[in-house]
């Protein structure tokens, strides 16, 4: 997917912006889309900052589609954030419409495009940096599932099917180890078989989803820490974004994607294992959060399942990294030889970890 000058500026005449735009370069650190920082000069003199992405195409089959959801979804939050006295310029996604009036643009390569306004005075963090902080994330991510409660959940398209199918993944993932394209799986048969031997847990949420005792919800689906902006003046979680992925899905899942990346107690990619734990105070902090945004509409086998969310969300995550690195590393953006593996271990060590810590975590997420 790489990108020239020429193309850039091609994007840029398709937009209408409130002035002058000069791009500053790639931006953030997402796995998935391209990101550019924007600059816009207007003729008043100030500067006007806006996020410009190349959405995946390989990953993201029907752009359109994904577009579609994300203005029904932040036209809704809008909506509900006004009602309650909030600002929508921050507290959601805003998109700059293309010159056509579409929510995307078309370039001459067939690659889609589009541009959010730059949520300022937030940052984003790639790791817990204060339990507050992370207190604050926990309460954003429950109180979103709450605002999109009452979201006509059948007029959302699936961006991904069956992005959180563990078992169908685990089918995948199966497939990809005898295919072996790359030659690679003899390398790594330890990993394979830590995946390998849990094939029993891959179906636990769909089993239960199907029984009926799991509930769907219109949830975000990629609830990683740096998918929240969290404002530097209140340190209050201000405006959840990354919204490529909200569609039906389990509340735990949410839950557990937050703890497998914000409650770790190293980078997502760490290569010393020994640093990689799952923290239980830090699971405590995001559990006490998410229950309180959530407001007391997780049911009691919601609340029970929490921990198993953490680890099938950990443990679905390594197995998705594992699956690249045998395929030749195509689906994530990788920035060094064995990223993917890399990750994919520091998964494997959590989830191994919170095999050991169950019984807490699931004092835990009962005491509450
Ligand atoms: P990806 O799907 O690749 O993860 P994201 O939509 O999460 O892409 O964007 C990547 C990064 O860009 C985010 O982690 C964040 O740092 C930054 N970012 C995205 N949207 C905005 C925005 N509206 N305002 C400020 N920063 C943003
Ligand atoms: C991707 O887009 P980003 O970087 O926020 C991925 C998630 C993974 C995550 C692992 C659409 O998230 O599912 O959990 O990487 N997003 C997609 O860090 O596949
Ligand atoms: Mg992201």
Known sequence: MSVTEKQLQEVLTGFEFPGTPVLQGVYGNGHINHTYLLHVMEQNGNKKRM??????RSVFKKPVEVMENIMGVTSHLRRKIVENGGDPERETLNVLLAKDGKPYYVDSCGEYWRIYHFIEGASC?????????FYQSALS???F??????????????????????KQRFANFKRAVEADVMGRAKAVEREIEF???REQDAAVLGNLLAAGELPLRVTHNDTKLNNIMIDDATRQGICVI???????GLSVNDFGDSIRFGASTAAEDEIDLEKVSCSMRLFEVYNNGFQKGCRGRLT??????????????TYECGMRFLMDYLEGDHYFQIHRKDHNLDRARTQFK???DMEQKWDTMMKIVKNK
């Open 242 to 248: 990354d919204l490529d992925t909200v569609m039906p």
């Open 350 to 352: 959590l989830v191994a």
């Open 145 to 166: 599932q709450c605002l999109l409660s009452d979201y006509p959940a059948e007029t959302l398209h699936e961006t991904i099917p069956g992005f959180h199918d563990t």
């Open 300 to 313: 009691g086998t919601e609340i029970e399942m929490l921990p198993m969310g953490a680890k099938i969300m």
């Open 141 to 143: 991510f429950g109180n």
């Open 125 to 133: 963090y790639e790791q817990v940096e204060s339990e507050e902080d």
């Open 195 to 197: 995946v390998l031997a």
């Open 51 to 56: 996020i410009l992405q190349q959405m995946n």
